[in-house]
C-alpha cells in the first residue's frame, strides 16, 4: 500500500500557512495570478489567515482559512470562486468553489466562512 508522511504533506501546504496574504472572490476559476487578482477578481480581503496543516477527515492532511468578514467588493457580478494569493511574489496558490455563489455590488463588503484545503492519503 502506497503511503506518504504527514511531513510530505505538511511541507505543500505549509506554503498557504506562510505565503498566503490575500484572498480574491472571482467570477470564475482562475488559473493565473493574473485572472484571479485583476481579470475576474470582485473583491479581495488581506486579513488572510490560514492555519498550520492538522490531520484531514478521511486520511491526509488539510489547512484551515478562517472567516473573512471585511472583504472590500470592488467590482459587481456574481461571485463563484476564491483564489488565495501570494501578492509579494505574484504566485496565484489556490482556488476553489465558493459553498455559494454571492451577487455582489461593488462598493459593499463580502464576508466567507472558514473553509479547509486539503490533500487526501495515497490511495
Known amino acids: 500500500m502506497a503511503s506518504l508522511a504527514d511531513r510530505v504533506f505538511d511541507n505543500g501546504l505549509s506554503v498557504l500557512d506562510t505565503e498566503a496574504n490575500r484572498i480574491d472572490i472571482t467570477s470564475q ?3 493565473t495570478y493574473a485572472e484571479a487578482t485583476s481579470t475576474y477578481t470582485l473583491g479581495n480581503s ?3 489567515s490560514i492555519g498550520a496543516p492538522a490531520d484531514r477527515t ?3 492532511r488539510e489547512v484551515t482559512a ?3 468578514s471585511d472583504g472590500s467588493v470592488t467590482g459587481t457580478g456574481t461571485a463563484t470562486h476564491y483564489a488565495i494569493v501570494d501578492t509579494s511574489n505574484s504566485r496565484l496558490l489556490a482556488t476553489g468553489s465558493l459553498n455559494a455563489s454571492q451577487s455582489v455590488t461593488s462598493g459593499n463588503t463580502f464576508s466567507l ?3 479547509t484545503i486539503g490533500i487526501p492519503d495515497p490511495a
Open 29 to 31: 476559476e482562475v488559473t
Open 113 to 115: 466562512g472558514s473553509f
Open 58 to 60: 478521511g486520511g491526509g
Open 66 to 68: 478562517a472567516a473573512i
Open 46 to 48: 488581506t486579513s488572510l
